[in-house]
C-alpha cells in the first residue's frame, strides 16, 4: 500500500509532524520548566569540575566577589592583606589553588562556588593551640534546618518563595520559578510605562542569597546581575549532584542566618533572623524558638509570632522599615498575618491576638557585659597587631574577617599572671606575697597600684611574646607606647654604651705604636680615650675579652658634692644610698649598688668622647677665642633658643585676633607712657598718631602723668629710632616677642613654621650682644650646651640600635639615671639583644594566620623572621649578662636570687637591673630654690632574665598626684618576680618552640577542610 498526496483531499503529514514537534517540545519545555531534569543533568557535571586543593607555597588566588558577605569576611581583602602581611615578615605557607572550571568561572565574572559559611568571625589561639579569643558573626544562628520551628519555615516560603521545598520535584533547580520570573519581567515592562506601578521580584531564596552576599551593595543593578546570581545560585544548588531536595532546605537555613536587617547602634550590621530578634526586640531567640515550635494561642506566642514576621518582612527595605518608618512595617505585618490565616498556616486565633500588638524596637541593641579588660590585656595586645598588620581601622572590621591566628602566646601562664597581678590589689595577698613594708607597701595602699608582667623567649632566630599580662582595667597598656621614668634602668643603657665605647676605643688603638699609644694615654682628648690607651700600654690581657673585665672594675668617685654643668646649667645629685657618698667604686659593684654619682660621671666620660669626635669640631675651641667655628656654634645657638622662645609666645597669642593679642602684651608690660610707647610702635608701625593715642588712653591710668606731648613719644619711639634689640631692652619684653606682635599683626593666620622662616635674620640680630668677646664665658656656657647636645646625638644612635624606642634623648648626664625616659617593652628588647649574645632577633606574637578555612580562598600565612642584626659586639653582651647577674646575686635585686627551681631541683640563672622613678615637674625660683613640685608618677621596675632563654619586665607604677603617698622603691617588683616564679616554672620547662596545635590538626583531618592535602598537614605538625 502506498500513500499519495495530491491537491486535494491529501492527508497533511507534513502539518501533523510539525504541529506534533511543536506540541512534543512545548510540552518536554513544560515538563523541563516543573522539573529541571535536564538542568540538574548539565548543572551538577558542570559543578562537579569546579573545586580546589590546598597546596603548599603561593598558589593563583580566586577573584572574591565585591558583595557584603565578600567584604566582611575579608575575601575582596585578601590580596592587600597578603602585601601587608608579607611586610611584616608573614609569608604565604600554603593556599588554595582553584581547579580550571573555577577559575574559568572566576575570569567571567561568577561567583566563587564552594559551600558557604552561615557563620565566621577571628579566632584568637595560643601556643598550644587553646582559645584565647573567638568571634562569632553572626552570633545566634540555626545550626540546620531542623533547627528552625517549622512554622518560621512556612511563613518565610508564603512570604518569598513558595515553591523551594515542593517533594514531587526532586531535581528542581532552586536558582529559578519560571512562573515568578516571567510575572517580574512583565512587571518590569510595565513600570517602563507606570512608574508607579510596584510589580513584584522574581528572586528565589537561592539567589537572594547570591545577592544580599555576593552582589554589589547586595543589591541587584542590572539584568546582568541577576543573571550572574541564577547561575551562581544553580551551580551552588547542584554541587552535591543532581538531586537538590537536601540542598534546598539548607537554602532555606542559609536564608535564615543571612538576612540583612540593617544596622543596630551600638552593634552594627544585624544579620539573621537569630541576631535580628536579639538586636531589634531584646528577644532570646532560644525562648522564640520553643514558643514556635508549639504554636498556641497566647499572648507569649503571638508577641513571639509578630517579631519573626516583621522581621522576615523587614528584609524588603530593611533601613527603611528598622530604622526610619516603623508604622509601615506594622501595617505590613498586620496584612500579611490576614494573608497567612486565610492561607490556613496561622490559626485565627494566633492572628487575632498578634494583630493588636505593637513591637517595641531596640534603638539599640541589648549591651553585652564587657570581658574583663586586664584579662583580655594580652589578646588585645594580639588584635592591636593584627590591626596594624592588615591595614584596618577598628576591631569591628578585625572581628568579623575570616581568620584563625596561631599566637605565641601561653594561655595559661597568662591567667596565672593575671591571678598573681590582680591578688595584689588586696592587702591580705599582699601581704602573703611579701610586698607589705619598707620601700614597699601598706596595706591601705595596695588596692591602686599597676602593676605590668611580659615574658619573652627567644629560640629559632626570633623571639616570642609568651606572656603579657597586668591588672589595670583599662586599654592603656604601660608596656607599649608609653614613655615613663624608669630611674636606674637606664644605667644598663648607660653601661652598655659605656662598654661599646671601650670596645671601639679598644679597636682603634690596640694597633697603634707603644710611643703614640703613650702620648694619647698622656694627653688623649678625654677620660676614656687615655684610659684605653695607658690599657693598651700596660694591660695584662691584650684581647677584647680582657680590656672589658678591666672597665668593668674601673672606679669612679660617687661623691655628691661636685655640681655638673650638663643641660645648659648646674646641677647636683645624690645617691640612693648614702652610705655610698665617699665611695670610689668599681663600675661593676655601682651597677650591682645601682650607684647615681658613679653613672653620673660615667655618662660625663661617654658625652666627652662623642663631643671630641664631632665632625669639624676643633679640640681648642672652648680656649680659642679666634676659632671660627665660635661664630657656627653662637648662630646656632642663637637660631635654637630663638625658635624656643618664638614657639612659647606663638602658644601665648595662638587664636587671638591682632586687637585681642595686642591688649594681651599691652598687659603684660608696666603701664609706664615709655614701655607703652615702644610696645605699640614696634607691634603697629604703619599706625598713625591718632591710634596711638587712643592705645596709650585705654591702657595707661587715669592719674598716670605724661612727661611729654603724645606726639613726641609717638616719633622719638618709632621703629627707625631703635633697633630689636634696644626696643625690647626700652620695654622690658622680649625682643621677639615684640618682632612676633608685629609679624601676627599682618599675618594673623600664620602657622609656627612661617614664623620660624620669616623669623631667621631677627633670631640672629636678638642675640648679636654673645658675639662681643667680653662674654667669652657666656659664650662658652653656649657652645658646651650645644656640643653636649650634639654628643648626646651620638649617644642617641647607640640606645637606638639597643631597642631605645624615642626619637631624641634628654641631653643631660641625668639621662643615665632616668631622665630621659624609657619604656617596658624597649627595656626587655635590650635585655633580648643582651640574651641573645649581641644580636638584635626580630620579635612576634604571630605565628601564623590561617585566613578563609574550607574556601577557594584559604591562605596560610606563617612568620619567617628576617635574619637577625648585631646590636653590639658578642664580648659586650657577655660582659653585660654578668653584670645582671651579679645584679640578682649580690645588689638590689638579690631578692629574685634563686626564686626558680625546676621539678628535677636545677637552680635557674637570673639576671636583671632595677630601677625607681619619681617622676615631678619642678619649678626653680631665680637662685635655684625649689618654688613648687608636682607628681606626675612613681615607677619601679626590674627588667630581667631567665636561663638564657626568656627575658622580660615587671613594673609598678601609680600615675598622677596620689603617686605623692607611695614610697615604694625597686624592692616592689623585685618582691612580686619571687612571688610569681613558680608560676612560670611550667613555661621554662617546657621550652620556647610552638606545641603542636591539636586544635588546628583535628580540623583539618576531620574532613572540616576536605581540600588539604597530607603534605601541607605535615607543616603543621
Not at 592583606?81 to 575570569?107: F, K, V
Request: glycine share 8%; hydrophobic share 40%; aromatic share 10%.
Amino acid at each position: 500500500m502506498c500513500f499519495r498526496s495530491s491537491r486535494a483531499g491529501a492527508f497533511p503529514f507534513g502539518t501533523l509532524l510539525a504541529w506534533t514537534f511543536a506540541f512534543g517540545s512545548l510540552g518536554g519545555l513544560v515538563w523541563e520548566l516543573r522539573t529541571s531534569w535536564l538542568q540538574s543533568r548539565l548543572f551538577a557535571a558542570t559543578a562537579k569540575r569546579i573545586s580546589y586543593s590546598v597546596q603548599p607555597g603561593a598558589g593563583e588566588v580566586v577573584t572574591a566577589a565585591n558583595g557584603p558577605y565578600d567584604e566582611r569576611l575579608g575575601y575582596a581583602r585578601l590580596p592587600e592583606m597578603t602585601r601587608r602581611l608579607r611586610d611584616a615578615n608573614l609569608r604565604i605557607e600554603a593556599q588554595a589553588r582553584p581547579s580550571p572550571w573555577l577559575r574559568r568561572l572566576n575570569s567571567f565574572g561568577v561567583f566563587p562556588i564552594y559551600r558557604e559559611k552561615n557563620q565566621a568571625g577571628l579566632e584568637i589561639l595560643d601556643r598550644k593551640g587553646e582559645p584565647l579569643f573567638s568571634a562569632r558573626y553572626p552570633g545566634r544562628v540555626y545550626a540546620d534546618f531542623d533547627s528552625i520551628p517549622p512554622l518560621v519555615v512556612a511563613s518565610l516560603l508564603f512570604v518569598e518563595n513558595r515553591e523551594i521545598l515542593d517533594p514531587t520535584t526532586p531535581y528542581r533547580n532552586p536558582a529559578v520559578e519560571w512562573n515568578r520570573l516571567a510575572k517580574a519581567i512583565v512587571d518590569q515592562g510595565r513600570r517602563k510605562f507606570d512608574r508607579s506601578y510596584g510589580g513584584s521580584g522574581g528572586s528565589t531564596l537561592a539567589t537572594q542569597i547570591e545577592k544580599i552576599r555576593h552582589s554589589p551593595d547586595g543589591r541587584t543593578n542590572s539584568a546582568h546581575d541577576k543573571f550572574m546570581q541564577m547561575l551562581a545560585a544553580s551551580l551552588r544548588a547542584y554541587r552535591e549532584g543532581e538531586e537538590t531536595s537536601a540542598v534546598r532546605r539548607q537554602i532555606t537555613a542559609d536564608y535564615v542566618n543571612s538576612l540583612p536587617l540593617a544596622s543596630s547602634g551600638g552593634y552594627g550590621e544585624v544579620l539573621g533572623l537569630g541576631e535580628g530578634l536579639w538586636a531589634w526586640f531584646g528577644a532570646d531567640v532560644h525562648e522564640v524558638n520553643r514558643l514556635l515550635r508549639d504554636p498556641q494561642d497566647t499572648p507569649r506566642h503571638a508577641l513571639a509570632y509578630r517579631q519573626v514576621l516583621a522581621l522576615l518582612l523587614a528584609i524588603n527595605r530593611p533601613s527603611f522599615y528598622l530604622q526610619r518608618d516603623r508604622a509601615q512595617l506594622e501595617a505590613r505585618t498586620s496584612h500579611f498575618l490576614n494573608l497567612l490565616a486565610e492561607a490556613n498556616l496561622i490559626s485565627p486565633g494566633l492572628r487575632d491576638l498578634a494583630l493588636p500588638i505593637r513591637l517595641k524596637f531596640r534603638d539599640r541593641a541589648p549591651s553585652v557585659p564587657p570581658p574583663s579588660l586586664a584579662e583580655q590585656k594580652a589578646t588585645d595586645s594580639v588584635r592591636g597587631t593584627l590591626l596594624g598588620v592588615l591595614g584596618l581601622d577598628n576591631t569591628y572590621q578585625l572581628d568579623r574577617l575570616d581568620l584563625r591566628v596561631a599566637t605565641t602566646l601561653d594561655r595559661e601562664a597568662n591567667r596565672r599572671a593575671t591571678d598573681v597581678l590582680r591578688g595584689l590589689e588586696k592587702a591580705d595577698y599582699a601581704a602573703q606575697a611579701g610586698v607589705l613594708g619598707y620601700q614597699m607597701l601598706t596595706p591601705e595602699s595596695a588596692g591602686s597600684v599597676i602593676y605590668s608582667f611580659t615574658l619573652y623567649g627567644a629560640a629559632e632566630g626570633y623571639n616570642r611574646l609568651l606572656v603579657q599580662a597586668d591588672n589595670y582595667g583599662q586599654p592603656l597598656n604601660i608596656n607599649q607606647g608609653t614613655r615613663l621614668e624608669l630611674g636606674s634602668t637606664s644605667k644598663l643603657r648607660t653601661l652598655a654604651t659605656y662598654l661599646e665605647v671601650i670596645a671601639t676605643l679598644h679597636t682603634e688603638l690596640s694597633q697603634k705604636p707603644v710611643d703614640e699609644l703613650r702620648a694619647i694615654a698622656a694627653s688623649g682628648p678625654d677620660n676614656l680615650t687615655r684610659w684605653v690607651a695607658s690599657y693598651v700600654v700596660q694591660g695584662a690581657d691584650p684581647s677584647l675579652a680582657g680590656i672589658l673585665e678591666a672597665a668593668m672594675s674601673r672606679e669612679y668617685s660617687a661623691s655628691p658634692g661636685e655640681a655638673f654643668f650638663t643641660g645648659g646649667g648646674l646641677h647636683v645629685f645624690s645617691n640612693f644610698d648614702s652610705r655610698d657618698n665617699g665611695s670610689f667604686l668599681p663600675v661593676r659593684e655601682a651597677f650591682q649598688r645601682s650607684t647615681n654619682l658613679v653613672f653620673i660621671r660615667m655618662m660625663r666620660d661617654i658625652a666627652s668622647y662623642h663631643l671630641f669626635r664631632l665632625p669639624n669640631v676643633a679640640p681648642d675651641i672652648l680656649t680659642n677665642p679666634n676659632s671660627p667655628q665660635r661664630a657656627e656654634y653662637l648662630a646656632r645657638f642663637a637660631d635654637k633658643e630663638g625658635k624656643e622662645f618664638l614657639a612659647r609666645f606663638y602658644q601665648r597669642y595662638r587664636g587671638m585676633n591682632p586687637r585681642e593679642a595686642l591688649d594681651k602684651l599691652a598687659q603684660r608690660v608696666y603701664p609706664t607712657p615709655l614701655r607703652l610707647a615702644v610696645t605699640y610702635r614696634s607691634v603697629r608701625p604703619e599706625d598713625g598718631i591718632d591710634e596711638f593715642e587712643d592705645f596709650l588712653e585705654a591702657h595707661l591710668s587715669k592719674n598716670a602723668a605724661v612727661p611729654v606731648k603724645t606726639e613726641q613719644l609717638y616719633r622719638k619711639y618709632g621703629p627707625d629710632q631703635f633697633n630689636l634689640n634696644d626696643r625690647g631692652y626700652l620695654a622690658k619684653i622680649h625682643p621677639l616677642e615684640l618682632w612676633l606682635l608685629e609679624h601676627l599683626q599682618k599675618n594673623p593666620h600664620a602657622t609656627l613654621d612661617e614664623v620660624f622662616q620669616a623669623s631667621s635674620a631677627e633670631r640672629q640680630q636678638v642675640y648679636q650682644w654673645l658675639t662681643k668677646s667680653r662674654k667669652f664665658h657666656g659664650q662658652n656656657i653656649r657652645i658646651r650646651t650645644l656640643l653636649e647636645s650634639d654628643a648626646f646625638v651620638e649617644i642617641h644612635k647607640t640606645w637606638k640600635r639597643h631597642g631605645y624606642p624615642f626619637p631624641s634623648l634628654t641631653p643631660s648626664y641625668a639621662a643615665a639615671i632616668g631622665s630621659s625616659g624609657d619604656n617596658p617593652a624597649a627595656l626587655a628588647e635590650l635585655m633580648g639583644i643582651i640574651v641573645n649574645g649581641g644580636q638584635r632577633y626580630p620579635g612576634t606574637r604571630l605565628e601564623r594566620l590561617d585566613f578563609g578555612i574550607g574556601t577557594p580562598h584559604e591562605t596560610v600565612f606563617q612568620y619567617r623572621p628576617p635574619a637577625p642584626e648585631r646590636a653590639m659586639p658578642p664580648a659586650v653582651a657577655a660582659v653585660l649578662k654578668q653584670a645582671l647577674i651579679g645584679v640578682v646575686e649580690h645588689g638590689t635585686a638579690r631578692r629574685a636570687f634563686q626564686s626558680i627551681v625546676l621539678s628535677d631541683g636545677r637552680t635557674v640563672t637570673i639576671g636583671g637591673k632595677t630601677g625607681t622613678g619619681d617622676n615631678r615637674f619642678d619649678t626653680f625660683g631665680g637662685r635655684g630654690a625649689l618654688i613648687d613640685s608636682k607628681v606626675i608618677s612613681r615607677t619601679a621596675a626590674f627588667v630581667f632574665f631567665i636561663d638564657n632563654r626568656f627575658y622580660g619586665t615587671l613594673v609598678a607604677y601609680v600615675p598622677g598626684k596620689s603617686a605623692a603617698d607611695y614610697k615604694f622603691t625597686s624592692a616592689l617588683p623585685v618582691q612580686i618576680f619571687r612571688h610569681l616564679a613558680p608560676t612560670l616554672r611550667p613555661v621554662i620547662e617546657n621550652g620556647v618552640s610552638p606545641v603542636p596545635n591539636p586544635v588546628l590538626r583535628q580540623a583539618r583531618s576531620s574532613g572540616g577542610d576536605p581540600d588539604l592535602r597530607p603534605e601541607v598537614l605535615e607543616r603543621f605538625r
